[in-house]
């Protein structure tokens, strides 16, 4: 069955970055899209991007051009998506999400001083 | 501001029906696919209702979707008290070199 297993909980302090990871299994890694999005607080879901992890090709969303970068590792099926220069309201759970269809658990990211 | 438009709740008794409008415009559901996600508390969103009006297996045809033109429903009959969840909809959206949009979700109660 297909299985998206994410990294664990992360708290960081303002400023700093935080790398998540995604691993996928029971489907072909390489031939759907994996797309990030991050649910803060008692809020919607927000799209940050996407990768194609066939080519490495990348969109992401116009708010968060310049901060994040979203890269694979196609030897080991896993997704990551990094998020530079940490604020509050950044504070959020972060989903990977295999062509929208499959869903990691979720990593919740915490930023405080 | 979400992108597409859900209104922020709904509510119904066991077995009625009740439908969820997502109103969006020519350059996401007027062009594209709309999908349908429920998201329990605490949990991952979890696929309802993929390209308008598909379910994936094991979802219970009393889910069903429908669209029209940039407005697209999620309709769920015979209301149980497990539908207890957030709803949101979501479609790919062809502006700005393309980005996924979702609704601001839908808080159903079963009342």
């Known amino acids: 069955q297909v299985q998206l297993v994410q990294s664990g909980a992360e708290v960081k302090k303002p400023g700093a970055s935080v790398k998540v990871s995604c691993k996928a299994s029971g489907y072909t890694f390489t031939g759907y899209y994996m797309h990030w999005v991050r649910q803060a607080p008692g809020q919607g879901l927000e799209w940050m991007g996407r990768i194609n992890p066939n080519s490495g090709g990348t969109n992401y969303a116009q708010k968060f051009q310049g901060r994040v970068t979203m890269t694979r590792d196609t030897s080991i099926s896993t997704a990551y998506m990094e998020l530079s220069r940490l604020r509050s309201d950044d504070t959020a759970v972060y989903y990977c999400?295999?062509?929208?269809?499959?869903w990691g658990q979720g990593t919740l990211v915490t930023v405080s001083s | 501001q979400s992108v597409l438009t859900q209104p922020p709740s709904a509510s119904g008794t066991p077995g009625q029906r009740v439908t969820i409008s997502c109103s969006g415009s020519?350059?996401?559901?007027?062009?594209?696919?709309v999908y349908w996600y429920q998201q329990l508390p605490g949990t991952a969103p979890k696929l309802l209702i993929y390209?308008?009006?598909q379910r994936p297996s094991g979802v219970p045809d009393r889910f069903s979707g429908s669209k029209s033109g940039t407005s697209a429903s999620l309709a769920i009959s015979g209301l149980r008290s497990e539908d207890e969840a957030d709803y949101y909809c979501?479609?790919?959206?062809?502006?700005?070199?393309?980005?996924?949009?979702f609704g601001g979700g839908t808080k159903l109660t079963v009342l």
């Open positions: 390209r308008n009006n």
């Open positions: 999400a295999s062509q929208g269809v499959y």
């Open positions: 979501a479609a790919w959206d062809d502006s700005l070199s393309g980005h996924w949009v």
């Open positions: 020519s350059s996401n559901i007027g062009s594209n696919y």
